[in-house]
């Protein structure tokens, strides 16, 4: 698969909360990296990731933007409560690699109604 066509089944495996699939795009040592928190490094801490996120809260990803340049993809998104955010997926043979996302953390922590970074409770 081409870099668009992964991150266009990536977005469609984490619209459906599937964490197994997602982590089926991803190399056995693949960096996920969302600048808001520390870089989870292999396939298999991607998925305990992800399972973790989605337990967490329900979280839709809504393209505006989709481009591919050689073995990147850049992905420009929104969701249904307001957040806004873009990813970075470098894809060789069919996998991501690294992956790279910028949001803003405290945001989506309000908007889903979790907890604050030092919030007493």
Known sequence: MRPREVVTAWVEAFNRADAAALAALYSDGATNHQVAQSPVQGRAEIRKMFESEFARAAMVCIPENLFED????????????????????????????????????????????????????
Not at 90 to 110: E, P
């Open 70 to 121: 050689g073995e990147w993809a850049m992905l420009e998104w929104r969701d249904p409560k307001g957040l806004r955010g873009c990813g970075f997926f470098h894809v060789v043979d069919g996998r991501i690699v690294f992956q790279r996302g910028y949001w803003d953390k405290l945001s989506f922590l309000a908007l889903h109604g979790l907890p604050m970074p030092g919030a007493a409770g």
